[in-house]
C-alpha cells in the first residue's frame, strides 16, 4: 500500500507549480498590456522588450504595500530614527561640502539648503540608503498585482519612458518597493515632470548628480506653493482647556487667533499679531509636543503625505540651523533611539551571545527576536522586540555591574 504522505506532498508540489505557471502568465499577459501602453505613449516595442527581458514579479513588495512605517511606527520612534544626532552632524557637513550648489539652488528656487537638505537626508541618509530593490521589477509587479494598481502602472510605463529618453541607465537602477529612488527618493511620474538638469551635462540625473537632486527637490517645493524667506513653523505652548478638535494640517487659523486662545511660543513668549495662518499640529495629542505649521509646512507635506514624514523633515531643517531640539516630551516612558544608541543596543545584545550580525543600526528581524529574549529574561513587559530606551538603559545597567569588580 502507497503512504498517502508522499502523495499529499506530490499534490501539494503540482499544485504550487499550477499556481505559480498560472501567475507567471498573469504577469506575461499584464506585461503586454504594459508595452501596448507604452507603445502608445513613444516607447518602441523592441525598447520595452530589452528593459523588461527576463523581468518576473516579486510578491515581496506586496506585503510592504500596507505596512508603510509612517503609519505604522510610533512617531518618537519613527523621529528619533530620522532626526538623530548623527543625521544632523552629517547633514551639516552636506552643507558645508555642496555650499555652492546650494547658494544656487536657493537663488534659483527660493527654498532655503536646510530644507533641502533634510529632504535629502530623511528620503537617502544624504545618498547611502537609497533602496536596493530592481525598480522595473518592484514597479511592473505592483503594477500588475494588490491594489492602486492604476497608479503604478502610470510610474512603470513614465519609468520606462525615461529610459528611453536617456536620462537614465536600466543597469543597476533600483530603488525603495514602491518605485521612489535617486538621492531625494522621486517616483517616476514626479522626476518626469519635475527633475531638472542643473549640472549642465544635457541629463536629468538624480541617481548619480548630487546638483541635480538637490536642484530638482527645491524645484518640487517650490511647484508646491513654498514662499521665499518664510519658516515651515515652530514648537508652541497649548493651554489646557484648548479644544483639541482644533488641531490638524487643515484647520489653518491666523497666528492673531492662536494668540487669543492663549497659545505661546514654547518659551511662552507671545505669537504675533498677524493674519498669516497656521495650523496647530498634534501629532501625539494633548500630552505630547506641539506645533504651529505654516504654509511651508504643506508644501513639505506634499513631497510625502504622511504627518511624521512631513515632521521629521521640518524638524531636521530645524537643527541644520542650528536651532535647539523640540522642548516638550513625548508621552511615553520608553523614548525611541537614534542610530548611535540603537548600535550600542545591538553591542549588548551580541556581548550576550545573541547572533545578529553586526551593529548597524539596523533594527531586522534577528535583533528584535534578540530583544525579545531579554525583555523575558528581565521580566520586562511587554516583550514585544522594540528597540527603545528601557531596553537599552536596563541593559547598559547590567553591563556596568558586571564590570564593576574587574574595574576594582
Known amino acids: 500500500m502507497i503512504s498517502p504522505r508522499p502523495v499529499l506532498a506530490l499534490l501539494l508540489l503540482l499544485a504550487s507549480i499550477g499556481g505559480a505557471a498560472a501567475a507567471d502568465a498573469d504577469f506575461a499577459r499584464c506585461l503586454a ?6 507603445a502608445n505613449a513613444g516607447v518602441p516595442g523592441a525598447a520595452f522588450d530589452r528593459f523588461t527581458d527576463g523581468l518576473a514579479p516579486d510578491a515581496s513588495v506586496l506585503t510592504l504595500l500596507d505596512a508603510q512605517p509612517e503609519f505604522t511606527t510610533p512617531i518618537w520612534d519613527y523621529l528619533a530614527a530620522l532626526v538623530d544626532a548623527r543625521r544632523v552632524a552629517q547633514g551639516r557637513e552636506m552643507l558645508a561640502h555642496h555650499a555652492a550648489v546650494l547658494a544656487r539652488v536657493e537663488a534659483a528656487y527660493g527654498v532655503d539648503r536646510h530644507t533641502v537638505v533634510a ?10 540608503v537609497s533602496g536596493n530593490r530592481p525598480l522595473l521589477v518592484s514597479l511592473a509587479t505592483l503594477s500588475c498585482a494588490g491594489r492602486r ?3 503604478f502602472r502610470g510610474e512603470f510605463l513614465a519609468l520606462v519612458k525615461l529610459l528611453h529618453a536617456g ?3 536600466p543597469d543597476g537602477l533600483t ?7 535617486g538621492h531625494t527618493q522621486f517616483m517616476p511620474g514626479t522626476y518626469a515632470r519635475i527633475a531638472v538638469d542643473f549640472d549642465g551635462d544635457g541629463r536629468r540625473d538624480l541617481v548619480k548628480s548630487v546638483p541635480d537632486a538637490l536642484a530638482s527637490t527645491a524645484n518640487y517645493l517650490q511647484r508646491a506653493g513654498w514662499k521665499r524667506g518664510e519658516r515651515w513653523g515652530f514648537e508652541v505652548r497649548v493651554p489646557k482647556a484648548l479644544d483639541a478638535s482644533l488641531a490638524g494640517r487643515k484647520n489653518a487659523r491666523t497666528l492673531s487667533d492662536w494668540r487669543a486662545r492663549g497659545v505661546t511660543r514654547i ?7 498677524s493674519e498669516a495662518r497656521a495650523a496647530l499640529l498634534l501629532p501625539a495629542g494633548r ?75 539596523m533594527i531586522g528581524t534577528r535583533t528584535r527576536r534578540a530583544i525579545v529574549a531579554e525583555q523575558e529574561r528581565l521580566r520586562m513587559t511587554p516583550a514585544d522586540g522594540r528597540a527603545g ?7 547598559e545597567r547590567e553591563a556596568r555591574r558586571a564590570d564593576g569588580p574587574q574595574a576594582r
Open 149 to 151: 494598481q492604476a497608479f
Open 119 to 128: 529632504v535629502w537626508g530623511v528620503e537617502s541618509d544624504y545618498g547611502q
Open 167 to 169: 536620462d537614465l541607465s
Open 175 to 181: 530603488g525603495s518597493w514602491a518605485g521612489a529612488f
Open 287 to 361: 500630552a505630547g509636543p506641539a506645533w504651529l505649521a505654516l504654509r511651508n509646512y504643506s508644501a513639505i507635506y506634499s513631497y510625502n503625505a504622511a504627518e511624521s514624514y512631513a515632521l521629521a523633515i521640518a524638524l531636521l531643517s530645524d537643527r541644520l540651523r542650528g536651532d535647539p531640539p523640540q522642548v516638550a516630551a513625548w508621552p511615553t516612558d520608553d523614548p525611541g533611539l537614534g542610530r548611535d544608541e540603537r548600535e550600542r543596543l545591538q553591542r549588548l545584545l551580541i556581548a550576550r551571545g545573541h547572533d545578529i550580525g553586526e551593529a548597524d543600526g
Open 389 to 395: 530606551k528601557r531596553i537599552l538603559d536596563a541593559l
Open 267 to 273: 518659551d511662552g513668549s507671545p505669537l504675533p499679531q
Open 33 to 38: 498590456g504594459l508595452r501596448a501602453q507604452a
